[in-house]
């Protein structure tokens, strides 16, 4: 057996172009990828592989991907689909864990309208309180 590398001297496989700007805000979000037919077979094995390389994705996060705008390649799709020089989109959705700390730090920041209410009679009652004594000190 001999792999493809030893048949025409170099991998075979492809490049790609990755606009990762939903999830990476630096100049790295969009970069060139090399895909070899080794290592690649499904988009799935895209999206593992960005998983492995970039922090902002956490392994409970849904990733898709998608090519010509809003087309989406299903992760079960032939990494053939693709051909060098792709423009290749990738969206992160929030998996269920870490939508539910959104929720968590989303409501601990946002105060209700209770609270609003709670302090507005709290200062109320301290002008009130000020006014008394005011009148008290004064005879």
């Known amino acids: 057996f001999t792999s493809t590398r030893e ?4 991998m075979s496989g492809r490049r790609i172009r990755l606009d990762l700007s939903d999830f990476v805000l630096d100049i790295g ?4 990828m090399f ?7 499904t988009v799935s094995d895209l999206v593992d592989q960005l998983k492995e390389e ?8 849904m ?3 998608f090519m010509d705008g809003d087309f989406v390649i299903p992760p079960w799709e032939s990494i053939e689909i693709l051909q060098s020089g792709d423009l290749v989109r990738v969206v992160r959705t929030a998996g269920k864990n870490r939508k539910d700390q959104d929720k968590v730090t989303n409501k601990s920041n946002k105060p209700d309208n209770k ?3 709670r302090k507005q009679e709290v200062n109320r009652s301290k002008g009130k309180k000020e006014r008394k004594l005011a009148d008290v000190q004064d005879p």
Request: proline share 0%; charged share 35%.
């Open 115 to 117: 609270s609003k209410e």
């Open 54 to 61: 970039y922090i902002q994705l956490e392994a409970e996060d």
């Open 29 to 32: 979000s969009h970069r060139w």
């Open 35 to 41: 895909l070899s037919d080794v290592k690649f077979s």
């Open 7 to 10: 048949k025409t001297g170099k």
């Open 63 to 65: 990733v898709q991907v």
